[in-house]
């Protein structure tokens, strides 16, 4: 695909353009499309599918969180991962999430609804592993390329930028941190935030403190969380 098509945010345009030429990225694209097109819905919205990176600017990237799939029912995924609208029910994961900041800083999220387009803003990159879903099919645009996609942008900022923490939850995320230089990032992992797992470890892993307290040691702002 020619390069000059894609729309992403400038930073990550440069940083992923080798991938915009790519062969997998010409079939994903050609799948996407068609996929948008069809009868069934397609989520996020067209214009949010980049969104992740486009409210997260590749040099601005303090904290990833990544996340497995959007949401697949209507009027949830909005292109970053764990966050929904502002009229939508907090969905059970952040709920959880919540829960330990909650525990962990000793005080409620400043996030009073789900959309957590402030802490995208402050360098927290909420990144699904898979950026589109079929509606009500989890799972559905997986090992389209999209994986391929997204691992190639945890790995520019694992090899061109220092101190970011990486928050690993699940043991899809964890996987992950074969990509990443622990002597150049914070690594932290814990089971999913979801009601089936959190109580395995994710509930007292205190990665919000401990994220803020690396990113101080690093000279940058703390996040807002």
């Not at 990032?185 to 935030?193: E, F, G, R, S």
């Not at 470890?201 to 919000?208: A, D, I, W, Y």
């Amino acid at each position: 695909m020619n390069p000059d098509l894609v729309r992403i945010e400038a930073g990550w345009k440069e940083a992923l353009k080798d991938e915009f030429s790519k062969l997998y990225f010409d079939i994903l694209t050609n799948f996407i499309r068609e996929e948008y097109a069809g009868p069934t819905p397609i989520y996020p919205p067209a214009k949010l599918i980049f969104r992740a990176f486009d409210e997260c600017p590749f040099d601005k990237v303090k904290v990833v969180i990544l996340g497995q799939d959007p949401y697949h029912e209507a009027g949830q995924a909005e292109g970053l991962s764990f966050s929904v609208p502002d009229n939508c029910p907090i969905p059970p994961s952040l709920r959880n999430i919540y829960q330990e900041i909650f525990s962990d800083l000793g005080r409620p999220s400043v996030m009073k609804t789900g959309h957590l387009i402030d802490w995208a803003r402050q360098g927290v990159l909420l990144l699904n592993a898979t950026l589109t879903v079929k509606a009500k099919e989890a799972g559905s645009h997986q090992n389209k390329g999209w994986e391929t996609f997204t691992d190639a942008a945890i790995q520019k900022l694992a090899s061109e930028r220092s101190g970011i923490v990486f928050l690993l939850w699940g043991a899809y995320a964890g996987k992950k941190a074969a990509m990443i230089d622990p002597k150049k990032h914070l690594i932290l992992k814990a089971p999913h935030p979801s009601p089936l797992a959190a109580y395995r470890g994710f509930f007292g892993c205190k990665h919000f403190s401990k994220a803020n307290e690396y990113l101080i040691s690093q000279g940058k702002e703390p996040i807002n969380w």
